[in-house]
């Protein structure tokens, strides 16, 4: 059965010698010839599809294909150097003889390109296509390799069980219908339904599944109806005739359940055999062909009526389980893209805040330095400096004037700006982002590394104990023999093992998400399980980003320095900045802020009327043990003296630190002076583990040499200063307090008051982690019993395959069941709030 999957890649620019990339499309094709009079008039079978070649075959270089269309194919992707793609699965490519021709000529309206496009910026654009023809890792392979297709293509990512495909593309060089037709001419089509472009529905099950399902319950239910009489004991040698006619139609009935409903357990297992890889439909597959040579070999030759109704109810059980399974998983994955929203907000152009899935068209919203854009708007107002690495992976601002549209998941780096949103947040496109490839953390958890190795190892186990069975049944009883071998070959299932961490896990996200603690993967959850280092920041995560006392040293400032201080204090998303804004008097909104930046560790610079600013410690001047934090003002580089800062700490703080697991190591590792040692020393457990004037650099550091240890460690930031930190850390935890300082280095996003509800993050992931290891045991009891009747031959191969979905039913209902009970325990809400 198959599991949630995500593969990416990418590349930049052709392939050596791609110039010619589509030079073979127009070469003229070779004279079709008859079928191969050697092979008795047998048609070949197509190289590139597989399909039968019919009565005349196309060659080229040795190969038969159907049609001019696949040949063209296999020219792409031959002159290409990509001829990989026909050794990794069996029947890689499609048929294009019998289809249709597609008119994609209304991809050239403007209006409807720009539906179509998730994002535009200049001359790059990315674009998200439903490719339902995907079914194997060959499609993945080269899918992921089309920037050797065509030099306008950037990079092209797969999500394998959607069946979804993302490419970055450059429109100067490849128009998005060139992109359209260049997956047609391969054999990739993508389902265009311009009404669903902007709607969130729940994926349906592949109609190739439901109609496979149909036709082995078909066939069940019939096979079963003329086996009646044998049920009943029907007397074989006086009803010769109807017992003869009945197996021919049993066998007739059983032909397309072997052809068709079984085709994708054959196909999976080849292509495994063909990379020298067993997986687990081989021994199933082994099962099936056993089973239906047997039938048919008692059918023909009258020494019995074969098993027929068995193999129909194998494969229609087995089908079950698996439209059951992708049911499952499509539902985990709908309700984490669709339902869960960010916990964080976005900045009213009043100054009020508002929650991302409230955010509709015509709100206008301020963004800051640093913060990402939650939606597609236009710019009304500021200096845009726009970094789209989240969306692109071009990590250079792009500048954007006023009216121009900027898109969502990009990054302001320059001050503050004002923009009116014109589309509604998109979860789907936000989640999708977060979970690109460049950001994955590594896999530390153990219940990952077992459920690895058992699935490596389990199916030589089960083929060796089947081949054993075989040979000791064989001179006893042949017809007892195959029917023990099979029973071994179906029973024995590791799906169970294979469903744990992914329903466990999964559900625990979809729970988490109900306290305000967004998590970007279930394999987060079984990393932080495994954390024995915590490493805190102090600035906006153990204290209220927005309520320091706060008081002048220096100078008397004016009334025109306050507001220009206000104003530049605005620019910047740093609490120590939020604070001191919101402190001062709002500047007027015609007191414009110019040439803006920030260094981090040191603060901000910029031009207000025409004079310029400095806030922070830029001389690198520390100021002495146990004194607070200090930003320091300078007007056209004159000091006028500095802003003194007393933390305040989060009321349930004490609490919350109490309660961690005792078994965590903590750290406080903050860029603050040393202040309030005694109250922090004794939160951590000792002032040695107290850091700080740490730069960024210095905070990446500590976690690098925490992990060389060999102690996964776990950050908790606020994703400004400490984003390096976060990404290198095996858990990256960013809090945030109505702003949106989303950041994708971080694996976990913690509405600020959720903050109390850390310990039970940490005890319920590692509660779950301990109920992955139960339904290990309960699969392992599972195999175990069942193996021990199926080599005996006490148990029928239809038994087997009800038994075999009924235990990853089995999985998925104690994993709803752990969970909820474990919500229960820790007083989770059991529903959205």
Known sequence: MTGIMSLSSSGHGPAPGGAGTFAAM???SPVPIASDPSDGGKALACYHCGEPCGEETVTDEGHAFCCTGCQMVYRIIRDNGLEDFYTISEKPGFALARREKADFSYLDDPETRDRLLLFRQGNTARVLFRLPQIHCASCVWLLEKLYRLHPGIVQSRVQFNRRELSVVFRLDLLSLRGLVELLDRIGYRPAIHLADVEKDHMPGVQRRLIYQLGVAGFAFGNIMLFSFPEYLGMDASREEGFARWFGYLNLALALPVFFFSATDYFRSAWAGIRVREINMDVPISLGIIALFAQS???VVTQTGPGYFDSLAGLLFFMLTGKWFQQKSFDRLSFERDYKSYFPVSATLEDGSTLSLHQLAPGHRITVRHQELVPADGILLEGDARVDYSFVTGESEPVGVGPGEKIYAGGRQTGPRITLQITHSVRQSYLTQLWNEQAFQTQDRGRASRIARIMGTWFTWVVMAIALATLIFWWPRDASRAVYAFTSVLIIAC????????????????????RIHAYVRHPQVLENLAAVRTLVLDKTGTITLAEQSEMRWEGVELEEGDRQAISALARQSMHPLSRTLSGALEPAPRALRVEDFGEMPGKGIEGRVAGVHWRLGRWDGRLTGHGSPTRVDVEKDGRPLGGFVFRPCYRPELTSVMSALPGDLDLHLVSGDQPVDTAFL?????????????QQPADKLRFVENAQKMGTPVAMIGDGLNDAGALKQSDVGIVVTENLNNFTPASDMIL???SFGRLPDIFTLSRRLVRHVFIAYGLALIYNTVGLSWAVQGQLSPVIAAVLMPASSVTIVLYAWVSTWSEAARLRFPLSPS
């Open 26 to 28: 127009f070469m003229p």
């Open 681 to 693: 020393s004794d939160l951590v457990g000792g002032e040695d583990r107290l850091h700080f004037r």
């Open 296 to 298: 048919t070999y008692d």
């Open 751 to 753: 509405a600020a008051g």
């Open 494 to 513: 590791p799906c169970a093992i294979a469903l744990a961490i992914p329903f466990i896990m999964g559900n625990g996200v979809r729970l988490l998400g």
